[in-house]
Every structure is written in C-alpha cells, then in structure tokens.
C-alpha cells in the first residue's frame, strides 16, 4: 500500500512541475516575444541613412554663450538655403523638432513630453553628391565662412549605435526564447520518462495483450498534455495582464497602445506561441513514449 501512495505522489508532483514549468515557459516566451517585436518595429522606425547622407548640427553654444532659440532658427534656415545651393551637395532639409521627437520617443519618452523638457538640437539631413573629405571640408568651410556655428556628423554614428545596440538584444530576445522551447522539450520529456517508470508494469501488461503504441501513447497525452495545456493557458493569462499593464502605464512613454493591440502580426504571434509549446511537448511526449516502448520485447 505504502508503494501505491508512493507511486501516486510522484505522479502527482511529476504532473504539477510540468504545469509550472509550461507555465513560466509560456510567460517568458511571450515576453521575450513582445520585447523581440517591440526593438524591431523601433529599430525599422529610426533614422535610416544611404551611404552618401550625413547630419549637420546647428551648434547650441557660440564662443561660449547660450545660442537662443530664436536664433537656432535663424541658423537652421540660412544653413538650409547655403546647403541647397552648394555644389558638393545634392539635397538638404532640416529635421523637425516634432520628427525628431518622435524619433527619440521609444527611450526618451512621449514625444510631446520630449520638446517641453528636453532640449532638442537643431539638425539638417544632407545628401553629398559624393562622401568624401574634400567635399566635406568644403561645407565646413563655407558654413563657418557664414559665422554659422555646425558641425557635420557623418553617416548619423550615434544612431548607428543605437541600432546595433536594438540589434544585440533583439539576438538575445531570439536566444531566450529558444532556451524557453529547449527548457520545455527537456521537462516534458523529462516528465514522461518518470511517467513511463512509474507505469513499467502496466505498460508491460499492456504489450503483452498485443495493444497498439497509438492506445499507448493516448494515455499519456491525456495526463501530460492536459496539464501542459493549461500551464500555457495560465501562462499566457499572467503574460497578458503584465503586459496590459505594461502598455497601459507606459504607453506614453515606450510604445502605442493603440498601434500594439491593432498589429495582427504582433497579436497573431503571441496567440500561436501557445500552441508551438503545446506542439513542442506532443512531439516530446510521442518520441519519448515510443523510443520505450520498442525496448519491450
């Protein structure tokens, strides 16, 4: 009798580490999901350059005092008009404060928030008709001959920067997930081999009768699956309220609320990684089951 209870308790605690572990799994997964989406869909929206465009800095500080507002203005202007008629330059054209904002708005913030605290600096997208230092030597010099304090930034580094940085964790965010996929193989696995050692002599009387692996195999699907069903559905739930609450206090800040809950593709993706893990674990259980199965003589 003491073996029976035994027998049954580590059925049971076998059944509920699944659960747990599909769980986290699932809710990890769908983060990792939502942050992969989140830095592509930023990183598509940042400032992207060709290999002859480079960004003009209306400097803020002349001799050593505050430019004004005003007159950043006035600075951006006549740049713009000089740059339009240059013969080393093929195009020009200033880069809003409200573009800029929303540029920066996924790490700075909302971007109304971002012109009313933040001091913006003053740019102007210029195309070269060829990227060179002689031709870059020439703008320099005929904008400092005008008294108008610029520097030229080439290729936009600091954006570069950014980019390969959304790019390094977008990696990671792949990485992670798949360590959620491989945690998720080894514990149902795990948890059907302890299973099958369990079930030994009822898997055994169950051969010699002659059943077929399929009437075996069901068996275990009905204990294991439905357990791992409803760790991802438990999982997906505590996903969703923490990332509802995610969109609904930073929104503002971080990302649309109304642009992340109308993308089909990011909703679609979240709703079929539930069922990847539940595909996962079928698979796991079947191979598993199997592979014992064709030890019995």
């Known amino acids: 009798m003491s073996g029976l209870n035994a027998s049954f308790r580590a059925r049971i605690s076998a059944q509920r580490m699944t659960l747990l572990i599909s769980a986290l799994?699932?809710?990890?997964?769908?983060?990792?999901?939502?942050?992969?989406?989140?830095?592509?869909?930023?990183?598509?929206?940042?400032?992207?350059?060709s290999s002859n465009m480079v960004v003009l800095e209306i400097l803020q500080q002349q001799n050593g005092q505050e430019i004004s507002s005003a007159a950043l203005n006035d600075y951006v202007t006549k740049a713009t008009?000089?740059?339009?008629?240059?013969?080393?330059?093929?195009?020009?054209?200033?880069?809003?404060?409200?573009?800029l904002a929303e540029e920066?708005?996924?790490?700075?913030?909302?971007?109304?928030?971002?012109?009313?605290?933040?001091?913006?600096?003053?740019?102007?997208?210029?195309?070269?008709?060829?990227?060179?230092?002689?031709?870059?030597?020439?703008?320099?010099?005929?904008?400092?001959?005008?008294s108008i304090p610029a520097k030229i930034?080439?290729?936009?580094?600091?954006?570069?920067?950014?980019?390969?940085?959304?790019?390094?964790?977008?990696?990671?965010?792949?990485?992670?997930?798949?360590?959620?996929?491989?945690?998720?193989?080894?514990?149902?696995?795990?948890?059907?081999?302890?299973?099958?050692?369990?079930?030994?002599?009822?898997?055994?009387?169950?051969?010699?009768?002659?059943?077929?692996?399929?009437?075996?195999i069901k068996q275990f699907y009905k204990t294991i699956l439905r357990q791992i069903a409803w760790g991802c559905f438990a999982g997906a739930?505590?996903?969703?309220?923490?990332?509802?609450?995610?969109?609904?206090?930073?929104?503002?800040r971080f990302f649309s609320y109304e642009a992340t809950i109308t993308n089909y593709g990011l909703v679609g993706g979240a709703l079929l990684l539930p069922l990847a893990f539940l595909a996962i674990s079928w698979l796991t259980t079947r191979h598993m089951v199997v592979k014992n199965l064709n030890t019995l003589p």
Not at 25 to 39: I, K, N, P, R
Not at 107 to 128: C, F, H, K, S, W
Request: aromatic content about 10%; overall charge negative; some cysteine.
């Open 153 to 216: 930034i080439p290729s936009n580094p600091w954006l570069a920067s950014l980019k390969d940085l959304s790019q390094a964790l977008m990696f990671a965010m792949f990485i992670l997930e798949a360590m959620c996929f491989l945690a998720l193989m080894f514990a149902v696995g795990g948890t059907v081999q302890s299973q099958i050692a369990i079930q030994w002599d009822e898997l055994e009387l169950y051969h010699i009768m002659g059943a077929k692996d399929d009437f075996v």
């Open 237 to 252: 739930i505590i996903a969703i309220i923490v990332l509802g609450g995610l969109l609904y206090f930073w929104h503002q």
């Open 81 to 99: 008009q000089i740059l339009k008629s240059h013969p080393a330059v093929a195009n020009a054209a200033p880069v809003s404060q409200a573009e």
């Open 25 to 49: 799994m699932t809710f990890l997964g769908l983060l990792c999901f939502f942050s992969g989406w989140q830095l592509y869909t930023w990183q598509s929206n940042v400032l992207h350059t």
């Open 104 to 146: 920066l708005s996924p790490v700075l913030g909302a971007p109304e928030m971002v012109q009313d605290t933040i001091p913006l600096p003053r740019l102007l997208q210029v195309e070269m008709k060829a990227m060179s230092p002689d031709y870059i030597a020439l703008v320099e010099s005929d904008l400092k001959a005008a």
